[in-house]
């Protein structure tokens, strides 16, 4: 019986909309070079010594793809209804970038390499790739597994019924579980594995140039200063701005888990939501997908997922099964964690993560790192409410530190 196609709900070019990422896209669909990548695609498949088709074929039809803010992704068609993705990268990366790129693109290979040999989580088996610009492609690509499923139009505790919450719950918590215990390493970083991506895995700093932090404490204060330098710019002589900067900047100190100061620092997608989980009909979990911005964090970090956060603006039945839908998370971290799940004598690092998740310090962490610049105010103020309750009011943190330059 015929694999299901993966372009089954992809619509093309109906859902570009003119401007720059409608441009980058068109540039890709003219100028690529699909009979390559095609025989790279085959060549990739015959060297599975299961494949006995002497006359087996492989193509691509450049009018059938889907995209996302970097990438645009095809269908590869073998002649035997085998489908593979391949992922090409639309966005324009300066002479002065290519090399940052060409390891940013190395470090998500050996991610999921990592994460398939190591654990459980479905992700794409990486089947041939090359991530120079300059290739005879045109564009860095990588070609993967097309994993069965469909991504889920909203949160989970939206879009799943309530009766499947246990079951996708517990889903949802192997994955965190097995970042948590299985992938945890002593450095804060990118997983690396050489330029060729053969070597051996180690954790590398995020930027070439910088050293990268040793510690939970100095990589939750090196972001949010970097993050309220950004809210700042156009808003440095508003008070209110000022005040939420200085709010999100010292509620670092409410985050930290002290055992876990120096780790160890557990594997993250840092983007872990509905946009990057596929089920089957049967909300089965059928993968993990988008590993680009992964790197190894505070464990603090590892809890924070929209998810898994209310939204004060939402109807009050909304929040009630997101909080239903969390607890139910936490439920099955706690009996993961409470039982022989890590197998041949491997430990639970100190601090349980089931004791950390869901609280008011995991939703504290939240604000000050799942954010945008543009959203401090907000966050700064959320934040506060969630530290000083009603007993200081925003009128005199503002007075308090409005006035303050941030240092």
């Not at 002649?79 to 970038?97: F, G, K, N, P």
């Not at 590892?302 to 209310?310: D, G, M, R, W």
């Not at 998370?329 to 041949?344: A, C, D, F, K, P």
């Not at 610049?373 to 943190?397: E, F």
Request: hydrophobic share 40%; glycine share 6%; net charge negative.
């Amino acid at each position: 019986m015929p694999n299901k196609r993966p372009s089954a709900h992809w619509l093309g070019s109906s859902a570009l909309q003119p401007g720059v990422l409608d441009d980058r896209i068109q540039a890709v669909l003219s100028r690529a070079n699909f009979r390559h990548l095609e025989k790279v695609a085959l060549a990739a498949r015959l060297q599975d010594k299961a494949v006995t088709d002497s006359h087996l074929s492989c193509t691509i039809d450049p009018s059938v793809f889907t995209h996302g803010f970097n990438n645009v992704v095809f269908e590869v068609t073998f002649s035997d209804y085998v489908y593979w993705i391949a992922r090409i990268q639309h966005v324009t990366v300066d002479a002065s970038e290519v090399q940052e790129n060409t390891a940013d693109l190395l470090s998500e290979i050996t991610t999921m390499r990592v994460i398939k040999e190591r654990t459980a989580i479905p992700v794409p088996t990486v089947h041939a790739y090359d991530v120079s610009p300059s290739n005879e492609v045109g564009y860095p690509y990588v070609l993967m597994e097309a994993l069965p499923g469909r991504i889920l139009g909203g949160l989970i505790a939206e879009q799943i019924p309530p009766e499947h919450f246990p079951k996708v719950a517990k889903q949802l918590a192997g994955v965190l579980f097995q970042l948590h215990v299985r992938l945890a390493f002593d450095r804060l970083g990118r997983l690396w594995s050489g330029d060729d991506g053969n070597g051996p895995v180690e954790v590398i700093p995020l930027s070439p140039d910088e050293a990268a932090p040793k510690t939970s404490l100095e990589w939750f204060y090196t972001e949010r200063q970097e993050d309220n330098r950004q809210a700042l710019q156009g808003h440095s002589q508003d008070k209110e701005w000022l005040a939420a900067c200085w709010v999100l900047k010292t509620a670092v100190s409410h985050i930290i888990i002290e055992p876990r100061l120096r780790g160890p620092f557990p594997l993250c997608h840092l983007d872990l939501h509905h946009g990057n989980l596929l089920f089957d009909d049967d909300y089965n979990l059928t993968g993990v997908i988008d590993w680009s911005a992964a790197q190894t964090v505070p464990l603090e970090r590892l809890a924070v997922s929209p998810e898994f956060i209310t939204f004060p603006a939402a109807p009050a039945e909304v929040n009630t099964s997101i909080v239903a839908f969390r607890e139910l998370v936490r439920e099955h971290l706690r009996l993961l964690e409470n039982s022989e799940q890590g197998g041949e004598g491997e430990q639970i690092p100190q601090s349980a993560f089931s004791e950390f998740f869901g609280t008011r310090r995991a939703e504290i962490t939240h604000r000050c790192t799942y954010s945008r610049p543009y959203r401090a105010l907000w966050d700064g103020r959320m934040v506060a409410k969630l530290i000083y309750g009603s007993h200081v009011l925003w009128t005199q943190l503002v007075d308090a530190y409005g006035e303050t330059e941030l240092c």
